[in-house]
């Protein structure tokens, strides 16, 4: 709902066993590439949350049968049927871009509206049109939209200037029924790529490479239906982590990737956590008192991601000493940061992908989530301040995270749900 708000007694520390949330990034992209079979695809364990919901509506429109089935989600594109994304459909859902790949797979041509033409954002895709240029897609502008044109594509090689995970996982659903060989050079390597290749691989797509720097697509004719589990979510394991860490404690984050997290479970020893690890379980253990980072710049996986820079930046809040933060992804990031200052945050803006944060105390206020993982932030800022935190707009956090405050909660936070 949108008028939804947390109310968070801070001081609690956090003691438990928790099961991480399926990934976001990881299903997002699984579920536009349904349009690349006929038969059904049912995505088991599906994470409940607002993106995939919205991103089924744009299924839905584009004549996909979807159901929800327990916590399996079945999904029939036999009779899929090629619907312009208009301003209002790209609105739903930021992220529509991720159908342009899929959409030219199966129907050869699309239509979309420009994001600049919606109120959704500067999210650049000059990336993605590039690459599809140099596959011989044509692409045209009539008023507000972009038109793709795929009828004479041929598959080729592609250098992309940044490793963007959207436009590798364009391509890739794009070139795995293209006739030939398509090669991606500077590919993005996030687990969230990997996770699209396993699942084309499993309908019987041949693609090399995934988790490297260069994808090779061999297309193939046809795709199969598919029976999928996806991974769980890293950034819902980190912000567990990140959360344990400040409020001192011990938690048990069972069914997560390690591996996925390295970097950031590097830094939280190097601030005086404890962390075992076994297999897929990670238990944290932290007396809440951390230590000093002096610096944290975000990167492209394996380095530290983007998605957990506001909450780390949050943890630096109540660390001690100096910690300079540099975002070297999205500037729009630090938005979070005024709300920051209202709790007491000690936060100073360097130039505009960089801040230095001074560790001290937070206190309750009244706050507003101004995206997904700020949103977060802000919950785990409220989690560690002095007093009641009042967080609105947490329809932002419910994008990405299946009931935030039922998992904090089951682990003993004062949180609840106004
Ligand atoms: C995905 C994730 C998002 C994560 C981001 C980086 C999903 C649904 N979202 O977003 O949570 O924060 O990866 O890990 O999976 N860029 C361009 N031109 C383009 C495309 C991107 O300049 O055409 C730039 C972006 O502004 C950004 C960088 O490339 O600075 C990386 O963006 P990208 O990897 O494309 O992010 P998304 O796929 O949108």
Redesign the pocket.
């Known amino acids: 709902m949108k008028k939804d708000s947390y109310k968070i007694v801070g001081g609690n520390k956090l003691f438990g066993e928790v099961d991480v949330q399926t990934s976001?990034?990881g299903t997002?992209?699984l579920l536009s590439a349904c349009l690349l079979t006929s038969q059904q695809v049912v995505i088991n364990n599906f994470p409940q949350i607002t993106d995939v919901f919205n991103m089924l509506k744009i299924l839905k429109k584009l004549k996909i049968k979807t159901k929800v089935k327990g916590n399996s989600l079945l999904l029939n594109p036999i009779n899929a049927r090629n619907i312009k994304i208009g301003c209002k459909l790209a609105k739903t859902m930021r992220?529509s871009i991720?159908f342009l790949g899929a959409m030219l797979a199966r129907f050869k041509q699309c239509t979309i509206a420009m994001p600049g033409g919606c109120n959704i954002g500067a999210?650049?895709?000059?990336?993605?049109?590039k690459a599809l240029k140099r596959l011989k897609v044509r692409v045209g502008r009539s008023g507000n939209y972009l038109k793709f044109d795929a009828t004479n594509a041929v598959a080729g090689r592609i250098k992309l200037k940044?490793?963007?995970?959207?436009?590798t996982?364009n391509i890739i659903q794009f070139a795995c029924l293209l006739p030939g060989i398509t090669t991606i050079i500077n590919a993005?390597k996030?687990p969230?790529v990997v996770e699209l290749c396993n699942f084309l691989n499993q309908m019987g797509a041949k693609i090399e490479g995934a988790g490297t720097g260069v994808i090779t697509i061999c297309g193939v004719s046809f795709l199969n239906g598919i029976q999928y589990k996806p991974s769980a979510d890293r950034i819902v394991a980190g912000t567990l982590m990140l959360a344990t860490a400040m409020c001192g404690g011990e938690v048990v984050i069972k069914n997560s990737n390690p591996e996925e997290n390295k970097n950031l479970i590097n830094k939280l020893l190097s601030i005086g956590c404890k962390i075992e690890i076994n297999c897929d379980i990670i238990k944290i253990t932290s007396n809440g008192e951390l230590k000093n980072l002096t610096s944290i710049c975000t990167g492209?996986?394996p380095d530290f991601?983007?998605?957990l820079q506001s909450m780390m930046l949050t943890a630096c809040c109540v660390g001690c000493g100096k910690t300079i933060i540099t975002e070297n992804?999205?500037e729009n990031r630090f938005l979070t940061t005024t709300e920051l200052i209202k709790m007491g945050a000690n936060i100073h803006q360097v130039n505009k992908n960089e801040v230095e944060v001074i560790g001290g105390k937070l206190f309750g206020a009244e706050v507003y989530a101004k995206d997904l993982r700020g949103g977060a932030a802000l919950v785990l800022a409220s989690l560690v301040a002095e007093g009641t935190t009042k967080v609105n707009n947490v329809h932002f956090i419910d994008r990405g995270y299946q009931q935030l405050d039922f998992v904090l909660r089951s682990l003993g936070a004062n949180i609840r749900r106004i």
Not at 123 to 129: C, K, S, Y
Not at 162 to 167: D, E, I, M, R
């Open positions: 976001k990034n997002l992209p992220s991720f999210r650049p895709i000059d990336i993605h049109i940044l490793p963007s995970v959207g436009a996982e993005a996030e969230e492209y996986y991601p983007t998605d992804l999205f």
